[in-house]
T-cell receptor
Framework: GQNIDQPTEMTATEGAIVQINCTYQ??????LFWYQQHAGEAPTFLSYNVLDGLEEKGRFSSFLSRSKGYSYLLLKELQMKDSASYLCAVVDSNYQLIWGAGTKLIIKP | IAGITQAPTSQILAAGRRMTLRCTQDMRHNAMYWYRQDLGLGLRLIHY???????GKGEVPDGYSVSRANTDDFPLTLASAVPSQTSVYFC?????????????FGPGTRLTVL
Protein backbone atom coordinates (compact mmCIF):
# COMPACT_ATOMS: atom_id res chain seq x y z
CA GLY A 1 0.00 0.00 0.00
CA GLN A 2 0.91 3.64 -0.15
CA ASN A 3 2.04 5.29 3.03
CA ILE A 4 3.29 8.64 4.25
CA ASP A 5 4.72 8.99 7.75
CA GLN A 6 5.11 12.21 9.70
CA PRO A 7 5.47 12.78 13.44
CA THR A 8 2.10 13.52 15.00
CA GLU A 9 3.25 16.47 17.08
CA MET A 10 6.39 18.51 17.71
CA THR A 11 7.20 21.33 20.10
CA ALA A 12 9.78 24.06 19.55
CA THR A 13 10.80 27.39 21.03
CA GLU A 14 10.25 30.79 19.48
CA GLY A 15 13.36 31.91 17.60
CA ALA A 16 14.71 28.38 17.23
CA ILE A 17 14.93 26.01 14.24
CA VAL A 18 12.76 22.94 13.73
CA GLN A 19 12.89 20.14 11.17
CA ILE A 20 9.71 18.21 10.30
CA ASN A 21 10.38 14.89 8.60
CA CYS A 22 8.27 13.02 6.07
CA THR A 23 8.98 9.53 4.77
CA TYR A 24 6.96 7.98 2.01
CA GLN A 25 6.36 4.66 0.31
CA UNK A 26 4.35 5.16 -2.83
CA UNK A 27 3.87 3.57 -6.23
CA UNK A 28 6.17 5.88 -8.11
CA UNK A 29 6.97 9.51 -7.46
CA UNK A 30 6.12 12.69 -9.32
CA UNK A 31 6.69 15.33 -6.69
CA LEU A 32 6.19 16.20 -3.04
CA PHE A 33 4.24 19.07 -1.53
CA TRP A 34 4.28 20.73 1.87
CA TYR A 35 1.20 22.61 3.03
CA GLN A 36 0.59 24.63 6.18
CA GLN A 37 -2.75 24.48 7.98
CA HIS A 38 -3.61 26.72 10.91
CA ALA A 39 -6.24 25.38 13.28
CA GLY A 40 -9.73 25.79 11.84
CA GLU A 41 -8.43 27.03 8.50
CA ALA A 42 -7.72 25.66 5.05
CA PRO A 43 -4.35 24.22 4.00
CA THR A 44 -2.12 26.65 2.11
CA PHE A 45 0.76 25.79 -0.21
CA LEU A 46 4.31 26.08 1.14
CA SER A 47 6.63 24.22 -1.22
CA TYR A 48 7.02 21.68 -3.99
CA ASN A 49 10.02 19.41 -4.62
CA VAL A 50 10.46 17.09 -7.55
CA LEU A 51 14.27 16.90 -7.76
CA ASP A 52 16.70 15.96 -5.01
CA GLY A 53 18.09 18.76 -2.93
CA LEU A 54 17.15 21.77 -0.90
CA GLU A 55 14.67 24.46 -1.92
CA GLU A 56 14.88 27.62 0.15
CA LYS A 57 12.09 30.14 0.47
CA GLY A 58 12.67 32.75 3.15
CA ARG A 59 12.52 31.20 6.61
CA PHE A 60 11.23 27.92 5.18
CA SER A 61 13.27 25.30 3.30
CA SER A 62 12.27 21.91 1.96
CA PHE A 63 14.59 19.01 1.20
CA LEU A 64 14.03 15.90 -0.88
CA SER A 65 15.89 12.62 -1.29
CA ARG A 66 14.04 10.41 -3.77
CA SER A 67 16.36 7.44 -3.23
CA LYS A 68 15.57 7.43 0.49
CA GLY A 69 11.87 8.29 0.13
CA TYR A 70 12.45 11.19 2.49
CA SER A 71 11.73 14.87 2.78
CA TYR A 72 11.96 17.45 5.49
CA LEU A 73 10.63 20.93 6.06
CA LEU A 74 13.01 23.25 7.90
CA LEU A 75 11.62 26.29 9.68
CA LYS A 76 14.09 28.89 10.92
CA GLU A 77 13.67 31.81 13.32
CA LEU A 78 10.41 30.37 14.56
CA GLN A 79 7.57 32.76 15.26
CA MET A 80 4.41 32.15 17.26
CA LYS A 81 2.40 32.36 14.04
CA ASP A 82 4.21 29.24 12.80
CA SER A 83 2.13 27.19 15.21
CA ALA A 84 0.13 25.08 12.77
CA SER A 85 -0.10 21.64 11.22
CA TYR A 86 2.27 20.84 8.38
CA LEU A 87 1.02 18.40 5.76
CA CYS A 88 3.25 16.34 3.49
CA ALA A 89 1.72 15.04 0.24
CA VAL A 90 3.25 12.91 -2.53
CA VAL A 91 2.20 12.66 -6.18
CA ASP A 92 2.41 9.01 -7.21
CA SER A 93 2.99 7.45 -10.61
CA ASN A 94 -0.70 7.83 -11.52
CA TYR A 95 -0.61 11.51 -10.55
CA GLN A 96 -2.75 10.80 -7.52
CA LEU A 97 -1.97 12.91 -4.45
CA ILE A 98 -1.32 10.91 -1.28
CA TRP A 99 -1.59 12.93 1.94
CA GLY A 100 0.14 12.38 5.25
CA ALA A 101 -1.85 12.91 8.46
CA GLY A 102 0.14 16.06 9.25
CA THR A 103 2.46 17.22 12.01
CA LYS A 104 1.10 19.61 14.62
CA LEU A 105 3.83 22.11 15.52
CA ILE A 106 3.52 23.90 18.84
CA ILE A 107 5.69 26.96 19.37
CA LYS A 108 6.43 28.01 22.94
CA PRO A 109 7.70 31.46 23.93
CA ILE B 1 -15.06 37.00 -4.84
CA ALA B 2 -11.46 35.92 -5.01
CA GLY B 3 -10.31 32.32 -4.78
CA ILE B 4 -12.62 29.58 -3.60
CA THR B 5 -15.77 29.96 -1.55
CA GLN B 6 -17.73 27.24 0.19
CA ALA B 7 -21.20 27.25 1.68
CA PRO B 8 -22.44 26.71 4.26
CA THR B 9 -19.64 27.38 6.77
CA SER B 10 -21.15 24.83 9.10
CA GLN B 11 -24.25 22.70 9.27
CA ILE B 12 -25.96 20.30 11.65
CA LEU B 13 -27.97 17.72 9.79
CA ALA B 14 -30.31 14.92 10.81
CA ALA B 15 -29.37 11.47 9.60
CA GLY B 16 -31.20 10.49 6.44
CA ARG B 17 -31.48 14.03 5.12
CA ARG B 18 -30.10 15.13 1.78
CA MET B 19 -27.48 17.89 1.77
CA THR B 20 -25.52 19.75 -0.91
CA LEU B 21 -22.27 21.49 -0.10
CA ARG B 22 -21.50 24.29 -2.50
CA CYS B 23 -18.11 25.24 -3.92
CA THR B 24 -17.34 28.06 -6.33
CA GLN B 25 -13.99 29.28 -7.67
CA ASP B 26 -13.24 32.35 -9.74
CA MET B 27 -9.69 31.48 -10.80
CA ARG B 28 -10.79 29.63 -13.97
CA HIS B 29 -8.96 26.54 -12.74
CA ASN B 30 -9.53 23.36 -14.70
CA ALA B 31 -9.46 20.84 -11.88
CA MET B 32 -11.51 20.77 -8.69
CA TYR B 33 -11.54 18.41 -5.72
CA TRP B 34 -13.55 17.50 -2.65
CA TYR B 35 -11.79 16.26 0.49
CA ARG B 36 -12.86 15.31 3.94
CA GLN B 37 -10.58 15.82 6.93
CA ASP B 38 -11.02 13.86 10.13
CA LEU B 39 -8.97 14.13 13.30
CA GLY B 40 -5.81 12.04 13.09
CA LEU B 41 -6.25 11.24 9.43
CA GLY B 42 -4.87 12.90 6.35
CA LEU B 43 -7.02 14.63 3.80
CA ARG B 44 -9.02 12.00 1.95
CA LEU B 45 -10.19 12.60 -1.59
CA ILE B 46 -13.91 12.04 -2.16
CA HIS B 47 -14.39 13.05 -5.81
CA TYR B 48 -12.53 15.12 -8.33
CA UNK B 49 -13.04 16.76 -11.70
CA UNK B 50 -10.16 17.36 -14.10
CA UNK B 51 -12.24 19.63 -16.31
CA UNK B 52 -15.81 20.82 -16.71
CA UNK B 53 -18.11 17.98 -17.71
CA UNK B 54 -15.98 15.19 -16.22
CA UNK B 55 -15.81 13.72 -12.71
CA GLY B 56 -13.97 10.87 -11.05
CA LYS B 57 -14.05 8.90 -7.82
CA GLY B 58 -11.45 9.38 -5.14
CA GLU B 59 -10.49 7.29 -2.14
CA VAL B 60 -13.81 7.54 -0.24
CA PRO B 61 -16.63 8.20 -2.74
CA ASP B 62 -19.42 6.08 -1.21
CA GLY B 63 -22.43 8.09 -0.10
CA TYR B 64 -21.37 11.18 -2.07
CA SER B 65 -22.00 12.47 -5.58
CA VAL B 66 -20.71 15.45 -7.56
CA SER B 67 -21.40 17.28 -10.78
CA ARG B 68 -19.35 19.74 -12.84
CA ALA B 69 -21.70 21.57 -15.17
CA ASN B 70 -19.31 24.51 -15.62
CA THR B 71 -15.77 25.58 -14.74
CA ASP B 72 -16.63 27.53 -11.60
CA ASP B 73 -18.96 25.28 -9.60
CA PHE B 74 -18.44 21.85 -8.07
CA PRO B 75 -21.23 20.89 -5.64
CA LEU B 76 -20.99 17.83 -3.40
CA THR B 77 -24.22 16.02 -2.49
CA LEU B 78 -24.88 13.63 0.35
CA ALA B 79 -27.97 11.72 -0.75
CA SER B 80 -28.86 10.36 2.68
CA ALA B 81 -26.52 11.56 5.42
CA VAL B 82 -25.13 9.18 8.04
CA PRO B 83 -23.25 10.02 11.26
CA SER B 84 -19.94 8.73 9.81
CA GLN B 85 -20.10 11.61 7.35
CA THR B 86 -19.54 14.05 10.18
CA SER B 87 -16.34 15.79 9.12
CA VAL B 88 -14.78 18.97 7.79
CA TYR B 89 -15.13 19.16 4.02
CA PHE B 90 -12.68 21.10 1.89
CA CYS B 91 -13.06 22.00 -1.75
CA UNK B 92 -9.89 22.72 -3.73
CA UNK B 93 -8.89 23.64 -7.24
CA UNK B 94 -5.76 23.56 -9.38
CA UNK B 95 -4.83 25.24 -12.61
CA UNK B 96 -3.68 22.14 -14.46
CA UNK B 97 -5.72 19.09 -15.24
CA UNK B 98 -4.42 16.83 -12.49
CA UNK B 99 -3.25 16.41 -8.91
CA UNK B 100 0.39 17.10 -9.67
CA UNK B 101 -0.35 20.82 -9.53
CA UNK B 102 -0.57 23.11 -6.55
CA UNK B 103 -4.02 23.02 -5.02
CA UNK B 104 -5.84 26.00 -3.56
CA PHE B 105 -8.35 25.29 -0.83
CA GLY B 106 -11.62 26.82 0.20
CA PRO B 107 -12.30 27.67 3.86
CA GLY B 108 -14.14 24.41 4.54
CA THR B 109 -17.58 23.29 5.68
CA ARG B 110 -17.95 21.72 9.11
CA LEU B 111 -20.74 19.15 8.89
CA THR B 112 -22.27 17.32 11.83
CA VAL B 113 -24.72 14.48 11.17
CA LEU B 114 -26.82 13.44 14.14
Amino acid sequence: GQNIDQPTEMTATEGAIVQINCTYQTSGFNGLFWYQQHAGEAPTFLSYNVLDGLEEKGRFSSFLSRSKGYSYLLLKELQMKDSASYLCAVVDSNYQLIWGAGTKLIIKP
Amino acid sequence: IAGITQAPTSQILAAGRRMTLRCTQDMRHNAMYWYRQDLGLGLRLIHYSNTAGTTGKGEVPDGYSVSRANTDDFPLTLASAVPSQTSVYFCASSDGGGMGDTQYFGPGTRLTVL
